[in-house]
């Protein structure tokens, strides 16, 4: 992405290019961050599972970016235009709200706030399966048409959370 700006080549519309780029490595990160527990369960390879946290602010440090192009970039800024398009476009409320949970697990992903958090933290983490849901909805929404992707990446997202859900199933009637 950074060459493609230096190079001047993201295309006719290069706002939209880089929303679109931010987003695709926003869900990327995201559910990479969410594979590597399953990962680890399956292979028994437990150092994968260091880098969960890092994968997870790189998902927010992508969707920081994915909404700042989009209120730089697109509106320029013009807070009654973001508020109006918060409102009108149910596909941007989805993906604001996606934003909102990533942010929260971002601030509460250093060890001191898991500590201060205890019990709490493990529940707000666990949000990580809503804020992607949502991320694919809003993906689904903006493609309309060529959905191809989100499906693949809502296949993905499915997976994984199917993969929680069986081995929590499983586990409890153990």
């Given at each position: 992405?950074?060459?493609?700006?230096?190079?001047?080549?993201?295309?006719?519309?290069?706002?939209?290019?880089l929303a679109k780029v931010?987003?695709?490595?926003?869900?990327?990160?995201?559910?990479?961050?969410?594979?590597?527990?399953?990962?680890?369960?399956?292979?028994?390879?437990?150092?994968?599972v260091r880098h969960r946290r890092m994968l997870g602010l790189f998902a927010l440090f992508y969707a920081t970016i994915h909404l700042l192009v989009w209120m730089s970039f697109l509106l320029a800024f013009r807070w009654l235009a973001i508020g109006e398009e918060l409102i009108e476009r149910p596909y941007i409320t989805v993906g604001f709200v996606a934003y909102t949970i990533l942010l929260a697990l971002g601030v509460t992903s250093p060890k001191a706030m898991v500590r201060r958090l205890g019990k709490n933290?493990?529940?707000l983490?666990?949000?990580?399966?809503?804020?992607?849901?949502?991320?694919?909805?809003?993906?689904?929404?903006?493609?309309?048409?060529?959905?191809?992707?989100a499906v693949v990446y809502g296949a993905v997202?499915?997976?994984?959370?199917?993969?929680?859900?069986?081995?929590?199933?499983?586990?409890?009637r153990c």
């Open positions: 992405m950074v060459v493609q700006i230096l190079q001047n080549n993201l295309g006719p519309d290069p706002a939209q290019e931010t987003g695709e490595w926003t869900i990327r990160f995201l559910l990479l961050a969410l594979a590597l527990t399953p990962l680890r369960h399956l292979t028994g390879i437990t150092q994968f933290w493990k529940k983490h666990r949000l990580v399966y809503v804020a992607g849901i949502l991320a694919v909805v809003h993906l689904l929404w903006i493609l309309r048409t060529d959905v191809w992707e997202l499915a997976l994984l959370l199917g993969f929680r859900v069986l081995r929590s199933f499983y586990l409890r």
